[in-house]
């Protein structure tokens, strides 16, 4: 009776070390990109935002970036009021995209910024990413959007935006990486 055990154990035990195998290499979110702190400011009827990231390129992005391609990247915030016992009510949903990209030709890294047009050249990919960590003075929410008697939430992420990303990346049978690359969602309360 065991001998029959054995095989079937043995097929178990074999099936999962492959599994294990062709799992793609998965960077923590944690580890990769983060928000640190968030503080909003209410100046003349808007909500101005300023807010600190942590962003760690685990190597396999930074070889593809190396290699050619484009990098987007996303930071989506949202502001909404919370309703008991029922979904939650969305007031305002930003999404702010950017395009970062290495020209070997300029050797240099450049961002675009989606929703203004401006491009900027930096000497390396550091420093094109130390431009992305402070937010400062990003123009939220202006309060005729909301109901001064009610009180609202916000919050945000960054990631790698997955609609955009370049369709090469997207196959798993050329990179064995993870490319579902976003940090936590920060969330605080929008203080009128």
Do not use: C
């Not at 807010?51 to 909404?80: C, H, K």
């Not at 240099?108 to 050249?121: C, D, E, F, R, T």
């Amino acid at each position: 009776m065991s001998g029959l055990r054995w095989p079937k154990q043995l097929f178990a035990l074999v099936l999962a070390l492959s599994a294990l195998a062709v799992q793609p290499v998965q960077a923590t979110t944690a580890d990769v990109f983060a928000v640190q702190s968030v503080t909003t400011r209410l100046q003349e009827r808007v909500y101005f935002l300023n807010a600190v990231f942590d962003l760690q390129l685990p190597s396999y992005i930074t070889r593809a970036i190396n290699q050619g391609f484009e990098l987007p990247l996303v930071m989506e915030i949202e502001v909404y009021r919370r309703i008991p016992f029922w979904f939650d009510e969305e007031v305002v949903y930003i999404k702010q995209q950017y395009r970062l990209n290495y020209h070997s030709l300029l050797d240099a890294v450049s961002i675009l910024n989606v929703n203004s047009g401006l491009k900027q050249l930096y000497p390396d990919m550091s420093t094109a990413l130390d431009s992305l960590t402070v937010l400062l003075d990003y123009p939220m929410l202006d309060t005729d959007n909301l109901d001064l008697q009610r009180s609202y939430r916000a919050r945000m992420r960054l990631g790698i935006d997955q609609e955009e990303l370049p369709l090469p990346l997207k196959s798993s049978s050329l990179w064995q990486n993870d490319w579902t690359v976003a940090s936590e969602w920060f969330e605080w309360e929008v203080e009128q």
